[in-house]
């Protein structure tokens, strides 16, 4: 399992401790894999990141249009 320091970056795989050797703060959050990672959609008004699928920016509540193949 992946994980990353929140504070500096340091990334570690199946960390010892859940102190970040780098910085020492305290490691927490998991990292999720490729392919495990959700699709986006951008708003094309404000930039913002959606969920895949949804068709209003959580946002600015811009129409969001599907994606083209």
Do not use: W
Not at 53 to 69: A, E, F, H, Q, S
């Amino acid at each position: 399992m992946m994980v990353r320091c929140e504070a500096c970056g340091t990334e570690y795989e199946n960390p010892v401790s859940s102190i970040c050797d780098n910085c020492g703060m305290r490691i927490t959050r998991a990292m999720p894999k490729e392919a495990d990672k959700p699709e986006y959609s951008t708003c094309p008004g404000c930039g913002t990141r959606n969920r895949d699928g949804v068709r209003i920016c959580c946002n600015c509540g811009n129409l969001i249009r599907p994606k083209t193949v």
